[in-house]
């Protein structure tokens, strides 16, 4: 079946720091890969996507490149600051399904 | 667009009372989606409509749960009767087609004591 593995949270940098959460995913067909944020009290909202292999999502300083070869979808941010602080999600859907399997999100702390 | 509205965001109730979970889909969407998040087992899928129709409610725990969606513009997930582990927040999604964005609302808080 499909799904997707996150790195464990939470994660707590400085601002300004390197950020990289890890995404790997088990899927059958070609799926499209997003990640979502979630800030406190609010619902999950679409960061980026990418819908096929060496696409590059990106999206308010954040990028991700769908690797097919490793099966991942590492999100990156060069320069963290503190308003990114909130849970992230993995997600993908395959051509064949018509709901995201999440992965159990990672939470980011980023203080001043 | 008010987005994807949920109601209410807190709920409180007892063991054994019944819970019904509200939310109205942004216009147009056809596709609805009734997701619950806990710490441990984070976002599960419940169930999921098309055209007001359900698709697959493979995720829904227990018969205590149902949903329904009689019309584009509503839809009720009910727990008939509650318990404690059903303490959780409940999201409810919706997306204009297939390969559109998910678009979430904020939630509703259960606990059940």
């Known amino acids: 079946g499909n799904s997707v593995t996150q790195m464990e949270g939470p994660v707590t940098l400085s601002e300004e720091a390197f950020l990289t959460i890890n995404c790997t995913y088990t899927a059958t067909g070609y799926p499209s890969l997003f990640w979502y944020v979630q800030y406190p009290g609010e619902g999950l909202q679409l960061l980026l996507k990418?819908?096929?292999?060496?696409d590059k999502g990106s999206n308010k300083g954040f990028e991700a490149t769908y690797r097919k070869e490793t099966t991942s979808f590492h999100l990156e941010k060069g320069s963290v600051q503190v308003s990114d602080s909130a849970v992230y999600f993995c997600?993908?859907?395959?051509?064949?399904?018509?709901?995201?399997?999440f992965g159990k999100g990672t939470s980011l702390l980023v203080t001043p | 667009d008010a987005g994807v509205i949920q109601s209410p965001r807190h709920e409180v109730t007892e063991m054994g009372q019944e819970v019904t979970l509200r939310c109205k889909p942004i216009?147009?969407?056809?596709?609805l989606f009734w997701y619950r998040q806990t710490m441990m087992r984070g976002l599960e899928l419940l169930i999921y409509?098309?055209?007001?129709?359900?698709?697959?409610d493979s995720g829904m725990p227990e018969d205590r749960f149902s949903a329904k969606m009689p019309n584009a513009s509503f839809s009720t997930l009910k727990i008939q009767p509650s318990e404690p582990r059903d303490s959780a927040v409940y999201f409810c999604a919706s997306r204009e087609g297939v390969d559109s964005p998910l678009h979430f609302g904020n939630g509703t808080r259960l606990t059940v004591t």
């Open positions: 990418a819908t096929k292999a060496d």
């Open positions: 409509f098309n055209n007001n129709v359900p698709i697959d």
């Open positions: 216009s147009g969407h056809d596709y």
């Open positions: 997600a993908l859907i395959t051509g064949s399904g018509y709901a995201l399997n």
